[in-house]
């Protein structure tokens, strides 16, 4: 249950003697190593005043798509729609940016500090099909807890 993790994810976060990106990459880690269906999860923060998002800590295979132009494949159009977006198979998307041959399906959700979308939360699946409204409640859930430490 996904539900059983968000101790988890609190306690982890509340580890104030750690920098905000050692608890996130933890975060990630935990995600990771848990929900099997989880195969890359990275968080994306908007970089500066830019109209672009640079990757944050994450836990998978390294991405090329440090920067993603605001707009630009499934994470710059979620930095401009404020929406979840939850994608169930990647191939049937035009705007797209694949990090790996692998990936069949990704969902994203915004991250917010004070109503502001700052950054998201970005889960690439090697399993078709797999994200629930479980998984978006949850990762809103992670989101906000991440917000309160920002
Ligand atoms: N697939 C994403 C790019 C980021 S990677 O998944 C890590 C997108 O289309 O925005």
Not at 43 to 55: P, T
Not at 107 to 118: A, D, K, S, T, Y
Request: overall charge negative.
């Amino acid at each position: 249950m996904l539900a059983d993790l968000k101790p988890k994810v609190v306690s982890i976060l509340d580890q104030s003697e750690k920098t905000v990106d050692e608890r996130l990459a933890s975060v990630c880690d935990l995600l990771r190593n848990s929900i099997p269906y989880y195969d890359w999860v990275g968080f994306y923060f908007r970089n500066g005043d830019k109209e672009e998002l640079k990757l944050g800590p994450y836990a998978g295979e390294p991405t090329d798509h440090t920067i993603i132009p605001f707009g630009k494949g499934i994470c710059g159009q979620v930095a401009v729609s404020n929406q979840n977006f939850v994608v169930p198979d990647v191939a049937a998307q035009d705007n797209y940016i694949a990090c790996s041959i692998t990936v069949k399906a990704e969902i994203v959700v915004p991250l917010f500090l004070n109503g502001e979308n700052i950054g998201q939360i970005d889960i690439d699946s090697n399993t078709p099909d797999p994200f629930s409204e479980e998984d978006e409640r949850f990762l809103e859930f992670v989101n906000e807890k991440v917000s309160q430490i920002l």
